[in-house]
Every structure is written in structure tokens, then in C-alpha cells.
């Protein structure tokens, strides 16, 4: 398994100033190289606590990559249906020089009515912008003299600048919140594929991710565990009952934002977001204690997280695991003191 | 007057691979920082060597950030016409407060063909997309629940994250490549403006800067002559003779890429561009004799660059300066003897 942080911030200016947010981000960055996690991570989400701080993924990575040498730079998501192709494919390849080839790109369909109405994007619009979006960054970074001629954009013909560190392009990841459809899409194109198992069952999970290694296998690839991605609020104290105690408020504070974020799902359909008002009935419905039991928050002493990741890698295999050590509004000195700790005696565990 | 650096890259993949313009930009920004220059600046530009490594200033910016913690960080410009405001506002707002409120915005109305063909924006909506591209950002940053009703942008209620770190929000400037309406404009809305001296001839530049001052007097602003930018392509070596020489190369490169730049401008026409075909005529007309000739390089010993730059002083007033000094393709030691050279000989001068 691989271990990284995902810089997920659920809070508003009246909890922590967005001045602290990043400089406590930047040095919990810095600090994950040298405790020698894998990747650091941020999401794009706008106007709430549930992410609002992070409207644009890759000028965070881009400070990120300037402050570290070796860790990977992850975006958890991007979302194609609110920046131009061309705009969205030449800042990531700055992103992939910049840090000399250390990015991975995660694309999202976004999945919050607000975001969509904001930028005026229709939300039945979801499947085939997502769709342009990558194809369009895939062909901007691998060929010269582009024209494309889609739905959503006509351009060219143009050759982009700067070409990507990596190619033929950076590693391409796709979130999917709840569609299985979107795993098996995942899979016939090659790409790795990011779950979220707060929002999920384990069985549904487990399901999409059969669909996804079917779908890719297929298709002629072999996808390999370590190219699925789920992150996990995580707290860590020596004394298991203390992190419960301490991370409970930490997980319940994240799933207030998460709830007031998806409120408009109550009086919003979509056919491309089948099912999608479920979410908000699950995000009310769970508490702390359920995702103990649950197994969907790391949360406890070194051993016990050791315990549920053997259960995670159990039901789903090798995969990465991004820790959400900043998320819940978690003390600075809490943040540092839960990734010393994983660091410490979790991390050799699975190495 | 104040000086700084900006880092506009005219190179392409044959000449400097991206990775390793962007490490120089990086470690030429530090040293900026070191030697105590004011600002970091660079451009938004698309697919040729005239600024195409840059097509999103912000990401290299936040790098420069990361790795600086005084220096002043510049758009050159961003370019509303290509990115949604809450897109901009928000990102722009990230930048702000990872460098902790070291962010001057430069808006730009965009000049090149090319680029408005590949977003598909059409030229004679130029103005009224940057117009209101700048006071949507501004709203956005300012204001909570902000409803936009534009012509080409409508959204909210929605309140913006994160706020700007500088209150009411960071500086404003307007580039103006060669039109008079839009220096008035600046000067009407109380905003710092951006000209360009290469392809202006200095009576014009007057002109525009005496109707920029007269329009903010008459607004009720009082325009300091430190928010008036432009940019001069910068060598320098102890012999002015070897200056001239080495430095005309990378002037002469320079030129190139920005003839090559303005091809199209020879079949395209728009109200709202009056007289941009001149600019092919006059920079395909220009050399690097005559640049010298017309104080529009600043190329020398130091002591005939303080020479230079008293009369421009005495032509714009105490201005600030960006330094072009990886323009052109110059190898790295040049662009650190360059710097060096004006930091020990020049910046004294007129500190």
C-alpha cells in the first residue's frame, strides 16, 4: 500500500483564516516529504467550508512543488466542466515541469449543484464535458497541430505549450463519488480511478471496483492496485480511546460541511447523478460511531489503524491511501503530531 | 523608482526545454529576492515562443511564493477574456494569501489573434469581456453574496473563497499595449497601468500617460508614478562595448519571436484592435540599433544603464521597471551577471 496526505480544508474564514489554512498546508507538505509519504493532494471546490478554500488545485500543488524535491503532487480533483481545455492542459504541464514530472492528475466529474450553477453548466451536461475535457488535455499534451471539434470546444489547429515533464502525459486518475458507470469508463481507458469510501458502502465499493477491473482487463490493461485511490479522515493518538475522543469532533466537523455542501442535492434531479439525493439521507444518517464500525475513518492508536488497513487491503486490494490529516479544522499541532505517528509505526508496517 | 524582474519566456522546446526554464525562472526569482529587487512578474500567453511556456501565470507565481517571502509577485497580464471570474477571483485570491499579501494583479485585454481563435472569443468583444472579467473579480473579492448579471457572465448569490489576504483586495493594474481609451479607462477606475515601451514610440507612451494621470485627477485618484509599469529587455556587462554586442542577440531573438507572434495581425482586423496592424509593420521595422538609438533596451555597462534609465525617468517619471533578463533566450550566468551587476551598480543609484 502507499500512504499520502490529501489537503481536503473543510473550513470557512470564521474557524481559521485562509492566510493560516495555507501556511499550515505548505509546512504539513514539507513535512510529509521528509516522513517519506507518498503524494500530497488537494481537491476544487468553491463557496462553502466543504472545500472552498482550494478553488484551484494546481496553484496550491505549484507552491507544493516548490517546497519539496521528491513527493508526488496529486489533484483530487480537477473538474474539466469549469475551465477551458486548453487552459486546464497548459497549467498542469507547468505543474509537471515545475515539479519535474511529479504530478498525477485526477479529473472529477464535480458533483455539486451549486458549483454547476455558478458556472452555468448544466448538470446534464456532467458525462460528456468530463468526457471532452480529459480527451481534449490528452490530445493537447501528446500531439502537435491539434484540432479538435467537439461538443463544448472547436479549436485549432494549435500545438500547446509547455509540453508535459512526463510523457507521453501525466498519470490520469478519475474520481467516481457513487456512479458505477464511471469505474467502468475508468477502466476501459487505462485510467486509475479514485473512490470515496466515506459516501459508500463497503460492498458497493467493492462492486465498483470489480466493474473496474473487469472493464480495464477487457480492454487490454492491467491495472494495478496502487492506481485506485481512497481517502480517510485520519487521527492518531499513543492511546487509542483518546483519538477517538479527540478525532470524533474532527470527523463530525467534516461531515457538517459535507451535509450544508450537498443540501441542494434535496431539491435537485439529474439523469447523470442518479441517485445522488441518497447521499445527503447517508451523510445525515451516519455518525461517528457508524464509521468506526464501519471501518471508514482511520482513527485510534498506531496498532488499532493498523488493524483497519489490514481490513481495507482486505476488501480492496494494495491500493494508495491519501490520510485527510487537515480536514475537520484539526489543530496544526494535532495534524503533525497524527502523520509523525503513522510515520512512525504504521507506515513500516506496510513497507 | 522601483525595480524588479519580469520573467517573460520567448523560448521554445528546440531552444530551452520547459523543466528547466521553469528551475531557472525559480532560482532567478530567489536571487531577485536576495538582491533586493521589488517584484517578480510574468505574462499569459499561448503555443509559440512569444510567452507560450506561461499560459497561466498564477501557477508559477505560487512557486514563487513558496520560495520567496518578501519580494512583490506580479500578473503580466492574467487575461480575463480566457477564464472565468470566479475561476480567476479565486485563484488569484489562493496566491494572495500563500504569499501573504505580496500580489498585484495585472489585467490584460489579450492582443493576439491567435489566442482569442483558440477559446473561441470573438475580438470585438474584447473590451466589454475585460471590463467586466476585472469588476467581476473585483465584486467577488469584495462582496458577499454577490449576484452577476453581465452580459457574458451570470451567477449567484454566492460569496466567494478564499477572501483576499490584502483588504479590500489586491492591487489593480491594466495593461494597455498601444490603445489610449484603455490607459483613460485605468486612470477613470483609479487602477496602475502596465505600458509597453518596444513597440511604442516614447511621445506616444507620454500621450497615454498624461491622459491616464488627467482622467484619474478628474476621477478624484492621485496616481503615484510607482504604479506605472513597463518592461525593458535588460543585459549588462562592466563594458558597455561587450554589452552591446551579447546583449543584442537576445534583443534580436526577442523580436523574432514576437514578429512571429504578431503574423496574423496582417489579415485581421477589429474595431476594437484600431491600428494593431502597425505593430507588425513596426516591429519587423525596429532593430536593435535602433532600440539603442530610441532608449528602449536597457544594454550596457551599469553606468550607462543609470544613463538610460534617468532619462526615462525624465520622460515617465519615477516608474517602476521590470528587467527582461531571460528574455530572449539568455543563458542562465547572463541572466545572474545581468542581475548582479544591476543590483550592485544601478539599484544603489536610485535608492
Redesign the interface.
Known sequence: MKFGINLFPTV??DEKP??R???EA?ELTELAERLGFHHVKTVEH???GYG?????P???L??????TSKIRLVTGAVLPA???P??LA??L???D??S??RLDVGFGRAFLP?EF????VSMDESRPRFDEGIAACRLLWTEKDVIWNGTF????P??????P?QRPHPRILVTSAVTPETCAAAGRAGYGLMLVPAINKREKLQDMLTLYRKEAAEAGYEPVDEDIHMSYNCYLAPDGEVARTLGRTYSENTNRKLVAAVESWTHTRSDQYQGYEKIVENVRNSDFTKHLTDNKVLVGSPDEVIQRLETIRGWFGDITISLQVITGNMPFAESVRTMELFADHVLPHFS
Not at 450553477?117 to 452555468?120: M, R, W
Open positions: 470557512g474564514e485562509a492566510d489554512y495555507f501556511q505548505l468553491y463557496f462553502t472552498g478554500y482550494s478553488p484551484d494546481v496553484t496550491f505549484a507552491a507544493a512543488a516548490a517546497r469549469f475551465t477551458h486548453i487552459k497548459g497549467k504541464a507547468m505543474l515541469n515545475i519535474l514530472g451549486d450553477a455558478a458556472y452555468g470546444h472547436r479549436f485549432g494549435l500545438t500547446m505549450l509547455p509540453r515533464y
